[in-house]
């Protein structure tokens, strides 16, 4: 494999050296400039070019967290290939806290953009045509929204070999198979042909260290499979393989009231058993909650009240086996 030129936001990307730009579409009310650090390391010798992501949404840390660990501790610096990493892609989001951009838009519905849109779309389309052209790989990390826990989980379209292949490298808990949705990143990034990874972990507005740690885990080995690490920062190979779900079915809350669940996210549960309480604020509502199927608990709102409706759990609804070791 040679070792092609790269200009990646009017700057010329060398063999052997690191660079940290800005891809900056957009001002506040005050003029002032926010910052999209775009932070990138290129080796001497050829190899892959690998997009980390985080941030998409403005509230979920711990895909921020994923990314500038592997920062911190040097793991996005390559053996070969280049590494570029964008831990906040939602500057506007983290800044005021919230998941959608200024405008309102969720940046996740709003690729691959419109050059002339709204901010959402054009900030799409600038990271499409500017940042895209030049990876073929994409790990992009992400958390549960609102109040609802993700267990760790990559979530891959099935259908789409480069990307199930490295999925089952980083050896995420589960492994979900999800089609496309118009609109996301995942989508833009398959209409182009390039590997993407979806991590999801944990919840908005909360940086979980165990989540984290496997978000930054499978990430190394993706990696190092890739011939990017040294064999130092290759990973134990005694994590077993994901569980692969085909299927899911969220559990909605029979009625209103003040929600205890009683089990943690990714136990496995029989169909029937009481895997949470639903009670009003005065001591006579007590209801039990029971799991609607047999299978792995993916998903736990963790919200303390809940309206008649509402996703309490997420469950896989066909058979899988137990997660073992090699």
């Not at 003029?31 to 775009?38: C, D, F, G, K, L």
């Not at 990138?40 to 050829?46: H, N, P, T, V, Y």
């Not at 509502?285 to 996703?311: E, L």
Request: glycine share 8%; net charge positive; aromatic share 10%.
């Amino acid at each position: 494999m040679s070792l092609k030129s790269i200009n990646i936001l009017d700057t010329e990307i060398k063999p052997g050296h690191s660079y940290k730009l800005n891809f900056n579409i957009a001002k506040l009310y005050t003029s002032t400039t926010i910052e999209v650090p775009v932070i990138i390391r290129r080796a001497k010798k050829a190899g892959p070019v690998v997009l980390l992501t985080g941030g998409l949404h403005g509230d979920e840390i711990n895909g921020i967290e994923v990314v500038r660990q592997m920062i911190a501790k040097g793991y996005n610096k390559p053996l070969t290939g280049t590494i570029i990493c964008m831990p906040v892609l939602n500057i506007f989001g983290f800044l005021n806290m919230k998941r959608e951009f200024p405008d309102g838009r969720d940046l996740n519905r709003s690729f691959p953009g419109y050059k002339s849109g709204s901010l959402a779309g054009r900030f799409a389309y600038q990271f499409v045509h500017e940042i895209l052209p030049h990876v073929e790989i994409i790990m992009d990390f992400h958390t549960g929204g609102a109040q609802r826990f993700n267990a760790p989980q990559m979530r891959v379209d099935p259908n789409f070999e480069k990307s199930l292949e490295l999925a089952k490298v980083f050896k995420a808990p589960f492994l979900i198979h999800s089609g496309k949705l118009k609109g996301t990143l995942r989508n833009t990034c398959m209409e182009l042909g390039k590997a993407y990874l979806l991590y999801e972990g944990g919840k908005s507005f909360e940086s979980d260290k165990e989540i984290v740690k496997v978000g930054v885990q499978g990430a190394k080995r993706v990696l190092h499979h890739l011939g990017m690490l040294e064999d130092s920062f290759e990973t134990s190979p005694e994590v077993p393989d994901s569980i692969v779900v085909k299927q899911t079915k969220w559990l909605r809350a029979s009625y209103s009231g003040l929600f205890h669940p009683k089990v943690p996210y990714g136990k496995y549960v029989d169909k029937g058993e009481y895997i949470a309480t639903i009670t009003d604020p005065y001591g006579s509502f007590r209801h039990k909650v029971k799991s609607n199927q047999t299978g792995y608990i993916i998903n736990v709102n963790q919200s303390p009240m809940v309206y008649q409706g509402d996703a309490i759990f997420h469950i896989t609804s066909q058979d899988v086996k137990k997660r073992t070791k090699k």
